[in-house]
T-cell receptor
């Protein structure tokens, strides 16, 4: 069964600190891995998309890593800001068929950044 | 990118009634997707709506309960029929850019509470 598991479920950090969110997946076939940020009351917004051959991808203060051998990904947030408070969702594409990706969603990590 | 709007943003409905959710995209897209996000849970795909053809439903979702219309390339509706409290969720529509690593864009969601 295709699954995406994220840890921790929730996290509280102080403003300015760094943090790392984890994602483990058992998805086959694997096409690509995505990280999304979902603010409360909003739809998810894409942060990064990585294919099998990419190990690291950055988007500003967000850096995602991918280890396709161990089927693990991480999202590192540097110098956190209050606006980083959101849910972060790891999403794995189980293939591209019929003109679109079959996406498997993790449950998300809820991050709270406190002043 | 794609800008997606949904109406209504939230609603409180009585058991046994139906609600139609509208999704409008600012550009023409072939495929639109409808998701459900139950409280504290990940996103689950309900169906894929291709303009000019019947929607394709995922396992566990049926057309009688979630009828979908796709009258043109920028608009779709999802109806939640004969609602029960278990239907209380956030419903999101999304579109995907063309290509195997096409980015997916989400609407802001419709928060439905059934009493």
């Amino acid at each position: 069964k295709n699954q995406v598991e994220q840890s921790p479920q929730s996290l509280i950090i102080l403003e300015g600190k760094n943090c790392t969110l984890q994602c483990n997946y058992t998805v086959s076939p694997f096409s690509n891995l995505r990280w999304y940020k979902q603010d409360t009351g909003r739809g998810p917004v894409s942060l990064t998309i990585m294919t099998f051959s990419e190990n690291t991808k950055s988007n500003g203060r967000y850096t995602a890593t991918l280890d396709a051998d161990t089927k693990q990904s991480s999202l590192h947030i540097t110098a956190s800001q209050l606006s980083d408070s959101a849910s972060y969702i790891c999403v794995v594409s189980a293939g591209f068929s019929g003109g679109y990706n079959k996406l498997i969603f993790g449950a998300g990590t809820r991050l709270a950044v406190h002043p | 990118s794609a800008v997606i709007s949904q109406k209504p943003s939230r609603d409180i409905c009585q058991r046994g009634t139906s609600l139609t959710i509208q999704c409008q995209v600012d550009s023409q897209v072939t495929m639109m997707f409808w998701y459900r996000q139950q409280p504290g849970q990940s996103l689950t795909l309900i169906a894929t709506a291709n303009q000019g053809s019947e929607a394709t439903y995922e396992s566990g979702f049926v057309i009688d309960k979630f009828p979908i219309s796709r009258p043109n390339l920028t608009f779709s509706t999802l109806t939640v029929s004969n609602m029960s409290p278990e239907d209380s969720s956030i419903y999101l529509c999304s579109v995907e850019k063309r290509g195997e690593i096409g980015e997916q864009y989400f609407g802001p969601g419709t928060r439905l509470t059934v009493t």
